[in-house]
């Protein structure tokens, strides 16, 4: 790693989101590309959360708390154009505080990395002050700051894909057997290639599937939280 310190940006990886974001010209991308920072960490258990993913969250949750005007001392607020689209996502408050608090957990990797140094508990009060600007930012613009997680150890859709992965290895392991009868055989070793694809193929079309249905819901979400504003 290059940059590395305590601060929510002082390093590569959050050097690079920010990047990204200012190469997006629609507030509302840059939003989503936040919120999805702030949502990835949530899909793993502790143990497996990737210190690159957890700096990222990080970095956006230190974006919501400046675009909700309270940003770091000394660094900007709503760089990004991005206040009106955080009060839009009335959980991204909510939602950064969560995975703050997952993030800095002593099982996480990120965490893990920092207690290896002498600056471990520095690093825990920058996530401590960060947290506090962010309450501070929620009560300020009437958010609420609650937020419950999805445990990604109970989530039912997990269960469903689990349970398929397993089927699909099974009949795999069936497809080899019956081909290792008949090695060789150019059309048999066609049928077995096919097999392969076709469980890829199958893979794909499933994590298509529940990455549309996740953003149907979260965009309902939002047009009932629009209708409620205007009523």
């Known amino acids: 790693m290059g940059a590395w310190g305590l601060h929510s940006f002082d390093n590569d990886t959050a050097q690079d989101f920010l990047a990204e974001l200012a190469d997006m010209e629609q507030p509302v991308d840059r939003a989503e590309h936040v919120i999805e920072a702030l949502t990835a960490p949530f899909r793993f258990t502790v143990e497996d959360i990737d210190a690159d993913a957890a700096m990222e969250a990080v970095a956006g949750a230190e974006i919501v708390a400046a675009a909700l005007d309270h940003p770091r001392k000394g660094e900007a607020a709503d760089t990004f154009e991005l206040k009106a689209s955080f009060k839009f996502y009335a959980d991204a408050v909510g939602r950064a505080l969560a995975v703050l608090e997952r993030i800095r957990h002593e099982d996480c990797e990120l965490a893990e990395l920092w207690a ?3 600056e471990a508990e520095d690093w825990h ?5 960060l947290q506090d600007r962010l309450r ?9 700051p609650e937020f419950t997680p999805p445990d990604p150890d109970e989530s039912p859709e997990k269960e469903v894909r ?3 992965a397993v089927v699909y290895q099974e009949m795999m392991q069936a497809i080899e057997q019956v081909a290792e009868s008949g090695a060789g055989d150019p059309q048999v070793e066609m049928l077995r290639h096919f097999a392969r ?3 890829l193929v199958h893979m794909d079309i499933g994590n298509m599937r529940y990455d549309i249905v996740d953003s149907l819901e979260r965009l309902a979400d939002r047009v009932e939280r629009l209708e409620k504003g205007s009523s």
């Open 116 to 118: 290896d140094t002498e």
């Open 162 to 164: 689990d349970a398929a």
């Open 136 to 144: 501070s930012a929620a009560a300020d613009h009437d958010l609420d």
């Open 197 to 199: 694809k076709l469980h």
């Open 125 to 129: 009060a920058c996530i401590t002050e």
